[in-house]
């Protein structure tokens, strides 16, 4: 009887040792990455993300298998926790993977709020004829913002079949090319509406934003004119390509690098002045990200072509002169990729005396680049003047001329929240809630 104990006792007993070694370098692990994130200041949501109750959890990691991110969630002393908050992009299929419903989606945290802003079933905003229809209305999965822009420009349909206006009026300003701005324009094409498309940066929307080779999408999501499109996972430059044969096959043309600076009412009309005319509609929708303007540097010269607010492809700057602003996780990840290509030479400009609201892995990385000579580092430094053939950068007391082909600013962004409190749009503070 004691022998059969013990040959099926000491198996259990070494399954049950190994667990527990791997659950504790399980905890360890992911809860490095976790005060990794509070220490750089990025505890944070954005925007929709998972809440998990505790008492409901049991650890098994479905959750975090299911999300497409596979970075977002871990295991914690058995159980599921949000270890990579910043990143999260409301996916959702973690809530559904969980066996026993023990997380909720919400907006916003206890003690940092999200702005909403209040919508009708029919993406209505509180201002009659101005719709909003993606990651602006709270949300940020893709599939969502498609599905929204196509059912937001129904609802523009029929505000404008209503109203009679005299004069070139058009139908509907759309303000945005992300994921909802092209899904909406496409529902116009196809209901022939007399629209714009306008975009204060290039194709894309968010998504252009995201660091090279992310997964952006795996739901399958109905476009307008185009039908069903069964993506899968698919990579941020794909989605892209996508996108730009989209505009291609259906001969959409936004209008880009045109920003609308103001929305006013005329009547039952708008009037939707830019930076470059004004147009005269009667409704407006707005499909722009929650990251908002880029955030310039306010100094002499900035208006040059040679200044940008994002890097799209670092393999464009190869051979050339490059300066980068910033100290965040954007900043470090343009300095670094931009070192890697062959011939370039690359200045970081932070007034910050540290990284302190970057990663490790890309402070490391940093570190490794500048050590190698790779990338000239200019802490507690500031940018005076950008001109034709060089940057002029105030550090240590000193203005040093440095030669330059490329300035890129990653200073972040200023949340449309004023902007949308101009128009008279009502918006909700969300604290952890839904």
Not at 175 to 189: R, T
Not at 397 to 422: E, K, R, W, Y
Request: hydrophobic share 45%.
């Amino acid at each position: 009887m004691k022998l059969e104990l013990l040959i099926y006792a000491v198996p259990l007993l070494v399954i049950w040792t190994v667990w527990i070694v791997y659950a504790k370098l399980r905890t360890r692990k992911h809860l490095a990455v976790l005060e990794d994130n509070r220490r750089a200041g990025l505890s944070d949501p954005n925007t929709l993300h998972p809440v998990i109750d505790p008492a409901k959890c049991l650890g098994c990691g479905s959750c975090a298998k299911a999300c497409p991110e596979k970075t977002i969630l871990g295991i914690i002393d058995g159980k599921a926790a949000l270890i990579e908050p910043s990143l999260c992009v409301g996916h959702g299929a973690c809530a559904t993977a969980c066996p026993t419903n023990a997380i909720s989606l919400v907006f916003g945290t206890a003690t940092r709020g999200v702005d909403i802003p209040l919508l009708s079933q029919d993406f209505e905003t509180t201002v009659p004829g101005i719709f909003i229809a993606g990651e602006l209305g709270g949300m940020g999965l893709i599939k969502n913002a498609v599905e929204q822009g196509r059912q937001a420009i129904d609802s523009v349909a029929h505000r404008a079949k209503r109203i009679k206006a005299d004069g070139e009026v058009l139908d509907v300003v759309i303000v945005g090319c992300g994921p909802a701005g092209i899904s909406a324009s496409l529902g116009a094409m196809e209901r022939k509406l007399q629209f714009v498309t306008l975009d204060q940066a290039t194709l894309g929307g968010t998504v252009a934003h995201f660091p090279r080779g992310k997964v952006v999408m795996t739901a399958p999501a109905t476009l307008p004119i185009i039908g069903e499109v069964k993506f899968g996972e698919i990579s941020k430059e794909k989605l892209l390509a996508f996108w730009d044969d989209v505009l291609k096959k259906t001969g959409l043309s936004p209008q880009f690098e045109e920003q609308v600076v103001a929305v006013s009412r005329i009547g039952d009309l708008f009037d939707v002045a830019t930076s470059k005319g004004t147009y005269r509609t009667k409704a407006v929708l707005l499909a722009i990200g929650r990251r908002g303007t880029p955030r310039t540097l306010g100094v002499p010269g900035e208006e040059q072509a040679k200044v940008v607010y994002r890097l799209i492809d670092p393999e464009q700057y190869a051979g050339r002169r490059v300066l980068v602003v910033g100290g965040g996780d954007s900043a470090l990840e343009a300095a670094t990729s931009l070192a890697e290509q062959p011939g370039t030479t690359v200045t970081l400009s932070y007034r910050g005396s540290a990284f302190t609201r970057a990663r490790a892995k890309n402070r490391d990385r940093m570190a490794a680049m500048k050590g190698s000579g790779k990338v000239t580092e200019l802490l507690g430094s500031e940018v005076v003047e950008v001109r034709a053939a060089d940057v002029v950068v105030a550090h240590d007391g000193n203005h040093l001329n440095i030669a330059n082909d490329d300035v890129i600013v990653c200073a972040g962004g200023i949340l449309p929240t004023q902007f949308l409190h101009d128009i008279g749009i009502e918006v909700e503070t969300k604290f952890g809630t839904v």
